[in-house]
Structures are given as C-alpha cells and as structure tokens.
T-cell receptor, first 113, second 114 residues
Framework: EAGVTQFPSHSVIEKGQTVTLRCDPI?????LYWYRRVMGKEIKFLLH????????ESGMPNNRFLAERTGGTYSTLKVQPAELEDSGVYFC???????????FGQGTRLTVV | GENVEQHPSTLSVQEGDSAVIKCTYS??????FPWYKQELGKRPQLIID?????GEKKDQRIAVTLNKTAKHFSLHITETQPEDSAVYFC?????????????FGTGTRLLVSP
C-alpha cells in the first residue's frame, strides 16, 4: 500500500514568489491534515480536511496560505506571496477516520530566500 | 489553546542505557497521546500511543506512561540501540468523531552512541 506522498521534496523560491505544495493521501483516507515545522520548533497544525471540506483551518497563519482538496483526493497548499518566515518543512498526513492513526508524508522543505 | 511542552531537547546516551522523554499538556480534555519517531530524512512514524483511560502501555523496549492528574506523559526506551537515534515528538489530541487535531511538542533529538 502506498503511503502519503508529497511533492516536491524540496523547494527554494524567492520572497514574493508563489509556491504550490501537493499531497496525495493514502487511498480511501477521507481525513487529510497539513502541518508545518519551522526550524527547531514544534510541528504545528495548519488545517484538516474531511473529504473536500475544511473541518478545521484554525492553524493557517494568514491569508497568504490557501489549501484546497477538490474532489476529496489530493490536496494542494499554495503560498502566495511567500515570505521569509514561511520557510520550514510542510508535512501532510492522512487518516482513515478522524480518530484513527495519522500517517505522515515525508514533507516538503520550503526555503524562501 | 492546547500547548505541549517537551523535554529535553537533546538527549545523548550510551548504547544499552535507558532514555526518558517527558511531555506536559495543558488541555485537560486531551484524550489521546501518540509518540512519533522521525529518522533523518524520513517521515514521522507512530511508534506508540496511549489513550486517557490507560496509565501505561508497553511495546517491547518502549513504554509510555500517562499521569492525567498532573497532565504529563513520558516515553521510556530501554536497552537503547544506535538505530533508536532520531527525533522523537510527543503529541496530545482531543479526539472525537470526525475530528482529530494533534498538538506536538518541540521534539527531542536522541543520540545513542555505540
């Protein structure tokens, strides 16, 4: 069974540019989560999808971040325009039910210069 | 909101020693406490978890204890091996139907020296 996959694995962009991260959850997992880890700090929750609906987006830092999950399959997280403080590792996770184990992807390391 | 504190930030032990990582949480409604291990360049993986109706859980060389009154939980690794070297994250979550939000600690970098 394929795990959670994220693309790209690394991205280096200039301040002010746009970047789109993609996450493919485990097939059949209705629950999809985005998390972010800024250097040396905790992994912080960004948002939670149930199928195509945003269940909880309380962790989204500001309106420069836009997450979508059209069709309830893969999800994208767009940062526009990117700022230096957006640098970090963005993790995606999925779970079958809201109360079952969350499986993580390998993350996308975003560097804004 | 929920806050999870994790200590220590780094931990160095000799192979065969025990390692203990401690976490405290703030929201008394939290009912699920997983521990994730992230090896270098790999994804965080669940290694053990405990629910609030249990005080201790063990799986071979790893164990987790939970003190709900004090709102803290700990990971214990016995007979450490070099392959235990990784970053370990604790997390707390309020789980109910259709909802799960993990709040993580800042991570502990464990180094096991041969």
């Amino acid at each position: 069974e394929a795990g959670v996959t994220q693309f790209p694995s690394h991205s280096v962009i200039e301040k002010g540019q746009t970047v789109t991260l993609r996450c493919d959850p485990i097939s059949g997992h209705d629950n999809l989560y985005w998390y972010r880890r800024v250097m040396g700090k905790e992994i912080k929750f960004l948002l939670h999808f149930v199928k195509e609906s945003k269940q909880d987006e309380s962790g989204m830092p500001n309106n420069r971040f836009l997450a979508e999950r059209t069709g309830g399959t893969y999800s994208t997280l767009k940062v526009q325009p990117a700022e230096l403080e957006d640098s970090g590792v963005y993790f995606c996770a999925s779970s079958l039910q809201g109360y079952t184990e969350a499986f993580f992807g390998q993350g996308t390391r975003l560097t804004v210069v | 909101g929920e806050n999870v504190e994790q200590h220590p930030s780094t931990l160095s032990v000799q192979e065969g020693d025990s390692a203990v990582i401690k976490c405290t949480y703030s929201d008394s409604a939290s009912n699920y406490f997983p521990w994730y291990k992230q090896e270098l360049g790999k994804r965080p993986q669940l290694i053990i978890d405990i629910r609030s109706n249990v005080g201790e859980k063990k799986d071979q060389r790893i164990a987790v204890t939970l003190n709900k009154t004090a709102k803290h939980f700990s990971l214990h690794i016995t007979e450490t091996q070099p392959e235990d070297s990784a970053v370990y994250f604790c997390a707390a979550s309020i789980r109910r139907a259709g909802f799960q939000k993990l709040v993580f600690g800042t991570g502990t970098r464990l180094l096991v020296s041969p």
